[in-house]
């Protein structure tokens, strides 16, 4: 009798042993997927974190080469609308003195003054001639047509002939100056992108703080719920104009 207690009692106690071991075999198996999954996950949020950020300083990058370009475009193009300003009211000074000259003309026809008629038919062919642009001149031709006096500026377009170039400059001007202050709202939104994967790799990098399964669960659905909005939200965002990776390997050309 005193043999068999004993080993009876020797069976509970390698019993009551295995189970912890068994148990915390089971812990560990857990533990160790778990780091798995988190340098994983680290892994890909790292590099997507990388990704935002690059991209976000390549927008930085063209806005400020387009603000630099609009910049200098816009100078360009006031400087082009003052000198297509001066141009106008030469032609206008011209114009004045072809209608006096005319007005000479017609009074020396009226006396039968030959030599002031010559006089001014002479002025009025160098004037003509030497002076006048070709847009001027078929613009003082329409208006020599018209019934009743009309000036050459009357005619339609006329005036906003002269300051076409400028205006196409200071157009150019504000495309660029908008498409600057979209990539700056891109690489803000980028950048908004890299402080959330941040977030991410912080929330990883506590995880194995906690001792509880539970709560190492709970860390990383809050950090995969935040990476997955802001991949989505990154995906959303036009990617800089132009824009070729496999140019960076040469393979192709950034345009």
Partial sequence: EERMEENVKETVVETTNEEPAEKKGKKKSKDEIIEIIVAIFLGITALTSAWASWIGSLHGGNQATN??????LAAE???MFNEASQNLMQDMML???????RIDYSFAEEKG??????????KLDQLLADNCSDALYDAI???????EYASPFDMDGFVD???EDA?????ESSELLEQGKQDNAHG????????????VLFMLGIVGIFKQIPNRMIIMIVALVAFLIATIYMLTIPLPTGFNIFSYFGGGIIG
């Fill in 67 to 72: 603000y630099t370009t609009s910049n200098n």
């Fill in 95 to 101: 114009w004045n003195e072809i209608s006096s000259t």
């Fill in 113 to 122: 003054d030959q030599d002031a008629m010559d006089k001014a038919d002479w």
């Fill in 167 to 171: 205006y196409a400059m200071l157009d």
């Fill in 77 to 79: 193009g006031n400087s």
């Fill in 161 to 163: 002939s002269y300051f």
């Fill in 188 to 199: 803000d939104a980028y950048g908004l992108v890299a402080v959330i994967y941040s977030i």
């Fill in 141 to 147: 031709e329409w208006a020599d047509a018209q019934e």
